[in-house]
């Protein structure tokens, strides 16, 4: 395999966004990427996007937005992973470049949600679950994550409290990203006390509903080095991908995210790498009890310490290990099949020493992960300065 | 880059298929690929299919289908582009292995197309073309195809006829595949006079809707010599993908499919071959005239001579180029994310000697040719005996 670096990053604000369509979001977002690193020159493209067809009436993405770039004859594909479509984008622009088969890439997400009518966002969402035995029963992914925090807090003594300390945290760090589509801090006090969506998850436990796009630009690290002559190159060491039963009441545990812990530890071994040696990391906190869960099962902390590890302050930027940079999906939102190409993004500017106030001093291997669904499959990206 | 042998092949009969699930459909067709191979590893799985989101209210298939095979831990993802989806699976599944990062792996593709009630198949379909310029226009894909067959005739002299030969032809060649849905002969007369779907296209002349799962494996050269020992071993040597624009207004001709012409282009080049060197050849025939300019386009006639190509006889079985001796989408069916995967799988019974009465004696190199919507996308692998 050869190795691949990241050359280019680009994305949008995200947010409402009325007055662009699907791939208008995704072109600006792509133009930012090309921008970054002056190539003139793709031989793929990969997009991460969960559900355009029930979200827009639009499937066939990849050849949509490569003539919408421009690039009419590009082979061009969408991939997806529910929510962790956009990580998946990500490895598998790897996976092609590595191969020897393309030179440049570029991985990207979108996702235009605001556009669907009534409860149909719900029930897009839902269909990252298990349509026949949980969705078809009237389940919702903020029911699913709920029962999880239940039985967590139930095991392990994770507090209400714990849970808001995530979103304190997160909106603290997104209120310093220009892109977050919710740049505000919030208190313990107005997360406990907001609509109550799931007990015992509130309005701002949960991830927001975003139109957004994101796109990296990868190539092989010889290629790299001519293109980004005297810039900060950043390599993709490790990736790990792994799947679970997509239904809870199939798995053994409902405080153990299997594909994460899975996902991790695969990235961990291609990398050479352990949890100590991470210095910036973005996870999935599509709800909060997610983070909490997630350090846990990447290695973090021990099995049921996530709640006490998030009131700790280890995870603030300026902390043992800042976690979220970026505001997280929480504050930054959560335009699905963006997801995971915002979190690559976010450690390519840490490592790269670009990520303003927001910045880990001296950052030089930082780690995403990306998840599909109530824990379905996890894709982890272990990054490093070349 | 690695070679890359395709070590086992299974699909399913399809069809209408009242009593099985998507899920079942597809571990149907991934346990007699995994029997065709005797492995007991995949590193890895990628399932092609459209819009299971639309049909049956399920995203996140990678996942849920590796689970109900028995293998939950295993990275699996989706792919779409389309109808193109199954070349695409098996695209991607080839750059997995290709680049060292696994060594066997699954390439599926499933779409259970009868579930969903009404109209809904045919908006679910239409969402390969353009929603905001053809679709909320109210653009079907019998009417998109239709267009482009008018314009053939118009410009270069096709006839009524001519369309009707290739369904006659597919259908032949279907009755001696038993997996195939309409396993029938229907004669010229019979085509033409057959209900009017979008002028000039008949009943006849469009593939069906289709419940159905197709599944390979790929193994890098040497775990396949070892896996497959003494059996006959099929490479995959060229593969093509390019795109277009999904809507027909934005091209240049509506006689030409750029995407099938850059994709057959870059599958020759990249395996060494010429159309000359090609002995059996699965295409695209979604509606007769695709499999017309399909041919024309890919350098198997000079343009405007498919029509004449058709009613000629080369393309039987028999003939100079046998042309879907699978009975093609049009006789076996077009579960639209399986299609591309059984290309790849009839090819590879041809060049294994097992294809029965289907049998292109002592053919040695195979190609196939897989569209994504009217011609926004394009996959082609050529193969060969090892």
Not at 111 to 125: F, H, P, Q, V, W
Not at 127 to 149: C, I, K, R, S, W
Not at 178 to 186: H, I, K, R
Not at 203 to 212: A, F, W, Y
């Given at each position: 395999m050869?190795?691949v670096?990241?050359i280019?990053?680009?994305?949008?604000k995200?947010?409402e966004i009325w007055?662009k369509?699907?791939?208008?979001?995704f072109v600006?977002?792509?133009v930012?990427a090309?921008a970054d690193?002056?190539?003139?020159?793709?031989d793929?493209?990969?997009?991460g996007?969960?559900s355009p067809?029930?979200?827009?009436?639009?499937e066939?993405?990849?050849s949509l937005?490569a003539?919408?770039?421009?690039?009419?004859?590009?082979?061009?594909?969408?991939?997806e992973s529910?929510?962790?479509?956009?990580g998946?984008a990500v490895?598998?622009?790897?996976?092609?470049?590595a191969?020897?088969?393309?030179d440049i890439?570029?991985?990207?997400?979108?996702?235009k949600m605001t556009d669907i009518?009534g409860d149909?966002a719900?029930y897009?969402?839902?269909?990252?679950a298990d349509?026949?035995?949980?969705?078809?029963?009237?389940?919702t992914f903020?029911?699913?994550y709920?029962?999880?925090a239940?039985?967590h807090?139930?095991e392990?003594?994770?507090t209400?409290e714990?849970?808001s300390?995530v979103s304190v945290?997160?909106?603290k760090?997104?209120?310093m990203n220009p892109?977050a589509q919710?740049?505000?801090?919030?208190?313990?006090?107005?997360?406990?006390?907001?609509t109550m969506?799931?007990?015992?998850l509130?309005?701002?436990?949960?991830s927001?509903i975003?139109?957004?796009?994101?796109?990296?630009?990868?190539?092989?690290?010889?290629?790299?080095?001519r293109?980004c002559?005297?810039?900060p190159?950043?390599?993709i060491?490790?990736?790990g991908?792994?799947?679970?039963s997509i239904?809870?009441?199939?798995?053994?545990s409902?405080?153990?995210?299997?594909a994460v812990?899975?996902?991790?530890?695969?990235?961990f071994r291609m990398?050479g790498?352990k949890p100590?040696?991470i210095?910036?990391?973005?996870?999935?906190?599509c709800?909060?009890i997610?983070?909490?869960?997630?350090?846990?099962?990447?290695?973090f902390?021990?099995?049921?310490?996530?709640?006490?590890m998030a009131?700790?302050?280890?995870?603030?930027?300026?902390?043992?290990?800042?976690?979220?940079?970026?505001g997280?999906?929480?504050s930054?939102g959560?335009p699905?099949?963006?997801?995971?190409?915002?979190?690559?993004i976010e450690i390519?500017?840490q490592l790269?020493?670009?990520a303003?106030?927001?910045?880990v001093?001296g950052?030089?291997?930082?780690m995403?992960?990306?998840?599909?669904g109530?824990?379905?499959?996890?894709?982890?990206h272990?990054m490093?300065v070349a």
């Amino acid at each position: 395999m050869r190795d691949v670096a990241i050359i280019g990053v680009g994305m949008i604000k995200w947010g409402e966004i009325w007055d662009k369509s699907l791939r208008q979001l995704f072109v600006d977002a792509a133009v930012e990427a090309i921008a970054d690193c002056a190539v003139d020159r793709l031989d793929g493209l990969y997009v991460g996007s969960m559900s355009p067809g029930l979200f827009v009436g639009q499937e066939h993405l990849g050849s949509l937005l490569a003539d919408y770039l421009g690039r009419k004859h590009l082979p061009a594909a969408r991939v997806e992973s529910a929510c962790a479509s956009g990580g998946l984008a990500v490895k598998t622009a790897f996976l092609d470049v590595a191969s020897g088969h393309s030179d440049i890439v570029m991985a990207g997400g979108v996702e235009k949600m605001t556009d669907i009518s009534g409860d149909g966002a719900t029930y897009a969402l839902a269909t990252a679950a298990d349509q026949e035995y949980e969705v078809f029963h009237g389940a919702t992914f903020p029911g699913l994550y709920a029962m999880m925090a239940r039985r967590h807090m139930h095991e392990y003594g994770t507090t209400r409290e714990q849970l808001s300390h995530v979103s304190v945290k997160n909106h603290k760090h997104g209120s310093m990203n220009p892109d977050a589509q919710y740049p505000f801090e919030v208190t313990l006090d107005a997360v406990a006390k907001s609509t109550m969506v799931a007990e015992p998850l509130t309005l701002l436990d949960c991830s927001p509903i975003t139109d957004g796009a994101a796109a990296v630009i990868l190539a092989d690290l010889e290629t790299a080095r001519r293109v980004c002559k005297g810039k900060p190159l950043v390599k993709i060491t490790g990736i790990g991908h792994a799947g679970d039963s997509i239904a809870l009441h199939q798995r053994e545990s409902l405080t153990t995210l299997e594909a994460v812990r899975v996902s991790g530890e695969r990235a961990f071994r291609m990398a050479g790498k352990k949890p100590e040696d991470i210095q910036v990391l973005e996870v999935h906190d599509c709800f909060t009890i997610a983070e909490i869960m997630v350090l846990e099962d990447l290695g973090f902390c021990p099995k049921g310490k996530g709640g006490t590890m998030a009131e700790s302050g280890a995870t603030h930027l300026g902390g043992k290990i800042p976690v979220n940079t970026s505001g997280g999906l929480k504050s930054k939102g959560h335009p699905v099949g963006a997801t995971g190409v915002a979190q690559v993004i976010e450690i390519t500017r840490q490592l790269r020493g670009q990520a303003g106030p927001r910045q880990v001093k001296g950052a030089r291997v930082g780690m995403t992960q990306n998840m599909g669904g109530s824990g379905g499959s996890s894709i982890v990206h272990i990054m490093e300065v070349a």
